[in-house]
């Protein structure tokens, strides 16, 4: 009976674990409904923006407004890496702690490298290590374009101050709920595309050039960054409903489990019983 009374605190444990990863499958569905919209609809921006600062890029390296796209020689990077402040959703974290760790380890391995942590588990991954220059777990308490806007500029300033030659950024971009693809993005210094079909079209500016220069790459810039970060967020709930909803099947096969054998340790039980009254049934005959 000690066995029977085991296996039904197993059974009522897993019942109670699958009603809380089964309510955390639900909270997490509704809020990436809202995430997604969010990062659906500013998408089409970014991808203009983008278009825009390519058709000037031809001439960054001869306007004064150049300041963000100089090439130095790579003696320090800044890697931000986009995490979130929760667990419980996978390989999510792991994935750019990991793509990070590379960074650190090989593809910048004779650089002085630090780390900029948007998310809690990208700050405890990396504190360890004493290369984490900034904490903005913060920003995903309010995630509004002005306060992203902050850590862009504080990037923006370490690399026309010279502190960072070369800025990364590491992020989770979200495809579908069950999908995220790891996404190392150049942030600084900006790489001039060059477009023959915008290079060669002659088009009148209104300012000037470099007035347009001036104003136009630190608001792509910030938006560039609030693309990633809204990229992550999407993907975060993604990635946790989907985990569990995993979680929820499992457990309620592990309960199925238990349950049948539970049954037929009930059931072992209740014959052993009725050969023992059966066996003193006979003997008192006898």
């Known amino acids: 009976m000690a066995n029977l009374k085991e296996i039904r605190n197993r059974i009522t444990s897993v019942s109670s674990t699958m009603q809380i990863t ?12 809202k995430a997604q919209d969010a990062i659906t609809a500013m998408r089409p921006y970014a ?8 058709s000037l890029s031809a ?26 402040n929760r667990g419980l959703c996978g390989a999510f974290n792991s994935n750019i702690i990991k793509q990070t760790q590379h960074l650190i380890n090989t593809v910048y391995a004779k650089q002085n490298v630090s780390v900029l942590a948007i998310g809690k588990k990208a ?20 995630l509004t374009f002005d306060n992203v806007a902050e850590i862009a500029e504080l990037l923006m300033r ?27 993005e150049q ?37 560039q960054l609030y693309k990633g970060v809204r990229d992550s967020f999407a993907s975060e709930h993604g990635a946790r409903m989907t985990a569990m909803h995993k979680a929820t099947d ?3 096969e592990l309960r199925d489990q238990l349950k049948l054998t539970y049954n037929k340790a009930r ?8 050969l023992e009254i059966v066996g003193g049934a006979e003997a008192l005959n006898n």
């Not at 089964?22 to 509704?30: D, E």
């Not at 370490?158 to 190392?184: L, M, P, R, S």
């Not at 790489?191 to 630190?218: G, H, M, R």
Request: aromatic share 6%; proline share 3%.
């Open 158 to 184: 370490k690399f026309i101050d010279g502190d960072v030659d070369k800025i990364e950024i590491v992020y989770n971009k979200f495809k579908n709920a069950a999908t995220q693809e790891i996404i190392t």
């Open 123 to 142: 700050n405890d991954a990396f504190s360890k290590q004493n290369i984490v220059i900034a904490n903005k777990s913060d920003v995903f308490d309010d």
């Open 59 to 84: 001439t960054l390296n001869e306007d004064a407004g150049s300041k963000f796209a100089v090439q130095r020689e790579v003696n320090t990077v800044l890697v931000v890496a986009i995490t979130s």
């Open 267 to 274: 059931q072992a039980a209740i014959t052993n019983e009725i």
């Open 47 to 54: 991808n203009k923006l983008t278009e825009l600062l390519q």
């Open 187 to 223: 942030f600084l210094p900006i790489v001039p595309v060059v477009d023959e079909a915008n290079t060669n079209a002659d088009y009148i500016f209104e300012p000037s050039k470099l007035e347009i220069v001036e104003q136009l790459i630190p608001k792509s810039l910030k938006t």
């Open 22 to 33: 089964s309510a955390m499958k639900m909270v997490s569905a509704a809020k990436l409904k």
């Open 250 to 252: 499992n457990a309620q």
